[in-house]
């Protein structure tokens, strides 16, 4: 099976702070995805991925930032965190075309800030 | 610009019954595909069920099945003989075929399905 591991289930970060969400796939997928969910809103693309060292802004991407340098890892960078930013946060990855295969998840991050 | 709607927030059935989660769409792409994501509490969200918009048959996947009405920009989900398992929140999303530059999935807010014993 296809897994999308994120490197915390759980985190809790001062208001500030540098904060570095991590995600591995491990099926050689060309792309990969960062996404919030929140009550409501369901779920809201960050950034993207296709293929290594490029990356283009979702729908809400102001505090945000991302890294690919390795096709298997997608980070999501949080320069300054604020308390808006407290979220689920999902990483998610497809091989190409992906619209016959959907999406794999992570299982999720949830962040805190305070 | 693609959009998905999912107008029932909450959603509760007793198990054994069925249950139909609703969905609608508009995309201007003339190629596409449909899908249906359930999330359990323990938030590991999975495919259930997908539908390319050029066929006509409605999918099936066991229990869950759709209703495409590609007139009508509607795709339900139904859910057979409720099991307890089934409590989740599920999503619908929809996408271009074609793996364009910033083709994406869009997803729904969601709908909470809770199944009572």
């Known amino acids: 099976d296809v897994k999308v591991t994120q490197s915390s289930r759980y985190l809790v970060k001062r208001t500030g702070e540098k904060v570095f969400l991590e995600c591995v796939q491990d099926?050689?997928?060309?792309?990969m995805f960062w996404y919030r969910q929140d009550p409501g809103l369901g779920l809201r693309l960050i950034y993207f991925?296709?293929?290594?060292?490029?990356?283009e802004k979702g729908d809400i991407p102001e505090g945000y930032s991302v890294s690919r340098e390795k096709k298997e890892r997608f980070s999501l960078i949080l320069e300054s965190a604020s308390t808006n930013q407290t979220s689920m946060y999902l990483c998610?990855?497809?091989?190409?075309?992906?619209?016959?295969?959907?999406?794999?998840f992570g299982s999720g991050t949830r962040l805190t800030v305070v | 610009a693609q959009t998905v709607t999912q107008s029932q927030p909450e959603m509760s059935v007793q198990e054994a019954e069925t249950v139909t989660l609703s969905c609608t769409y508009d995309?201007?792409?003339?190629?596409?595909?449909l899908f249906w994501y359930k999330q359990p509490p323990s938030r590991q969200m999975i495919l259930v069920i997908r539908?390319?918009?050029?066929?006509?048959q409605n999918a099936t996947e066991n229990r869950f099945s759709v209703n495409f009405q590609k007139a009508a920009k509607s795709f339900s989900l139904k859910i057979s003989d409720s099991q307890l398992g089934d409590t989740a929140m599920y999503f619908c999303?929809?996408?271009?075929?074609?793996?364009?530059?910033?083709?994406?999935?869009?997803f729904g807010a969601g709908t909470i399905l809770r199944v009572k014993s």
């Open positions: 998610a990855s497809s091989q190409a075309p992906w619209g016959a295969y959907g999406y794999t």
């Open positions: 099926m050689d997928h060309e792309n």
């Open positions: 991925s296709y293929d290594v060292k490029m990356k």
């Open positions: 995309t201007s792409e003339s190629n596409y595909y």
């Open positions: 539908q390319e918009a050029y066929k006509q």
């Open positions: 999303a929809s996408g271009p075929t074609e793996r364009g530059y910033g083709n994406k999935l869009v």
